[in-house]
Structure formats: structure tokens, C-alpha cells
């Protein structure tokens, strides 16, 4: 498909889900506004805000011409639910996807429209910029996407390289693997982009030009890292069978995810002086570990190594339960007063 010389809007519907979002909003919608090329519509999903985030919505959009953009009201249901909402409200062939408290660059929708029209890509994404507070870090999603090559799910299902105010997708391959998983409390992102790139014959690049500012803001959906541990494990979990599909090994894979997603939360915890909890993080993880093993394997290893993997957590809680005296301590000096 081209893009119609004569139309100056893109084939695409924006989707942002938003929470309690007021502070943030009209910059993610005013980066929209200000793309070169501009996308045909843009649903903004208030999901059951308490902080007047649809009013500023609607403030914004009246002030912005050219753009259709509608903000839909919902309960508090998610940002799974709330990104399916606007999935099916959404009507053109593409859809991108942009958080609320991100914004783009200027040039963002033309760069991925210049990859996605007249290829068979199911997805785009970019590199970008990750802001916390004053500090800018560049996101160098394309250097893991290169390093995966040539088992690229093999790569994304480990180092995880799509920043989902990144994409912009196939809006019929989104709906065929049924959207977004609503049941995840985070990574719905990153669980929908595994189940749309393992089909044998789905394509996807990410380049190199950094087009999205990605904020790390108090509440955001990134920002919750025991909650993002759990999700990410039962995601890994899920998909940890898929490997095999793609040339690559199951167990290999779900260890080196394993280890990477704890090596990430208990790095985010000590920044945030959570101390505590780097401590419960690495007392999980032996038992995380058995038990992703065991649920990955059930259907093939022997019984006696799953009784085996059993006696192992049994042993380590009774270990860590006879020195329970010492931990303790530990914890309480290490947690911030």
C-alpha cells in the first residue's frame, strides 16, 4: 500500500492509554501535532482517571486541527484493557502505539511509515531516549536487535528490544492474535509483541534513528518493578516453549531471561534505595528459577528430576529458616528508615 499523495495524513490510529496522566498528556498529544506527517486519528483511552486526565485530553484536542482525536472514557481496568478499547475503535490500516507520559520526535511517524508501506513488516521500532528527571540516557534498542540476528525471536524473547512507544504495527495482525492480554498486570507489550512475531512468515525491523522520548515518571507503567518481576516471569514462562519453533533452546532461554529480569529489578530497587526488597529479590530467585524450570519441562524432563528440582526449594527454605536470625537483622539495617 502507498501512502495517497494527495491525503497529508498516514494510514494510522494512535492508541494512548491513560492513568491519572494530567501532568503528562498534552505533551504526548502535542508531539503527535507536531509530526511531519500526521497520523489520520489518535483515541486516547482514559482509564478511569481520578486526576481530570480526559478533561485536559479534550482541552488539548479541541486546540489541535487537522487530527481527529477522541478521548474514551472506561473504568479502571488496565492499560491491556484500555489499549484494546482503542484497538477497536481504531479503523486504519496501521496502528502506533505512544504511552502517556512519552512523546515523539518530529519525524517519527514519517520515519516508520517510510519502513512499514510497500514492505511486509508486521511491525517497526526505533530507538530513543530514556528521561528520568533532568537525565537523558540514549536507548539503543537496534544494537540488541542486530546481535539477536539470525534468531531474532530467539533475541527479543531474552534482551526484550521494543519500547512499545516505539511500534507501530499491522492493525489485522494485532487483532488476529487477540490484542492485548488484559489478565498480565505489566509487560501486555511485550507478551502481544511474542505473539505476533511467532509465526513463521511474520517480519520486523527496528532502526536506528532515536524518535521517542520514554519518561520514567512516579506511577508510570514501567515504573512498578515487583509488579513488572511477576508479569515478566509468567510472560517468559508462556513463551519459553515457542523457542524450539524458532531454532533455539527452551531452557537456555527461560535461564537467561530468569536471570536477566532479576539482575534488572534488583539494579531498580537499589537505585530507589529499596534495599529490602534487593534482598527479597535474590531470596526469590532460586525458587523463581525451579519453578519456571519445572513448569517449562513438566511435559519432558523425568519425574525424578522434577522431585529432585522439589527437594532443592525445600532444602534451601529450610536452610535460609535456620539462620532466619541472622537475615533478619540484615533486612532491618538495609531498608531505609
Not at 478533561?55 to 484493557?81: M, P, T
Not at 530514556?130 to 540476528?149: M, N, P, Q, S, W
Not at 487483532?175 to 498486570?185: A, I, K, P, R, S
Not at 529458616?321 to 538495609?334: M, S
Amino acid at each position: 500500500m502507498a501512502i495517497d499523495d494527495h491525503d497529508p495524513l498516514a494510514p494510522v490510529s494512535v492508541i494512548i492509554p491513560a492513568f491519572n496522566a494530567s501532568a503528562t498528556i498534552s505533551r504526548a498529544l502535542r508531539s503527535i501535532a507536531g509530526q511531519t506527517l500526521r497520523p489520520h486519528d489518535v483515541i486516547v483511552v482514559d482509564d478511569g482517571s481520578t486526576d481530570g486526565t480526559p478533561d485536559v485530553a479534550e482541552q488539548v484536542a479541541r486546540k489541535i486541527e487537522g487530527i481527529s482525536i477522541r478521548v474514551v472514557r472506561q473504568s479502571n481496568l488496565g492499560a491491556g484493557a484500555a489499549r484494546n478499547r482503542a484497538l477497536a475503535e481504531a479503523r486504519s490500516e496501521y496502528v502506533a502505539f505512544l504511552d502517556a507520559d512519552d512523546e515523539w520526535l518530529p519525524e517519527k511517524l514519517a520515519n516508520c511509515m517510510s519502513w512499514l508501506v510497500g514492505d511486509d513488516f508486521v511491525l517497526i521500532g526505533h530507538n530513543g531516549w530514556i528521561v528520568d528527571g533532568k537525565t537523558e540516557t540514549y536507548l539503543d534498542c537496534t544494537r540488541r536487535f542486530h546481535a539477536a540476528h539470525p534468531r531474532l525471536y530467539d533475541g527479543l524473547y531474552r534482551r526484550g528490544f521494543l519500547g512499545t512507544s516505539s511500534v507501530v504495527a499491522r492493525r489485522d495482525a494485532v487483532m488476529q492474535v487477540g490484542g492485548f492480554d488484559e489478565t498480565l498486570g505489566t509487560g501486555q507489550d511485550f507478551d502481544l509483541w511474542l505473539r505476533l512475531l511467532d509465526r513463521a512468515e511474520a517480519r520486523f525491523a527496528v532502526f536506528e534513528t532515536p524518535l521517542t522520548r520514554f519518561h520514567i515518571v512516579g506511577g508510570s507503567i514501567t515504573s512498578h518493578t515487583r509488579r513488572r518481576l511477576d508479569s515478566t516471569m509468567e510472560i517468559a514462562i508462556r513463551h519459553a516453549p515457542s523457542l524450539a519453533r524458532h531454532g533455539a533452546s527452551p531452557l537456555r532461554g527461560l535461564w537467561f531471561r530468569i536471570a536477566a529480569v532479576h539482575v534488572e529489578a534488583v539494579r531498580a530497587h537499589w537505585g530507589r534505595g529499596q534495599f529490602a526488597d534487593v534482598v527479597s529479590t535474590v531470596l526469590r530467585f532460586p525458587f523463581t528459577f525451579a519453578r519456571a524450570t519445572i513448569l517449562t519441562c513438566r511435559a519432558t524432563i523425568p519425574s525424578w528430576l522434577v522431585v529432585g528440582l522439589i527437594w532443592v526449594c525445600i532444602a534451601m527454605v529450610a536452610y535460609l529458616y535456620q539462620f532466619r536470625d541472622l537475615v533478619a537483622p540484615i533486612i532491618n539495617v538495609l531498608s531505609p528508615s
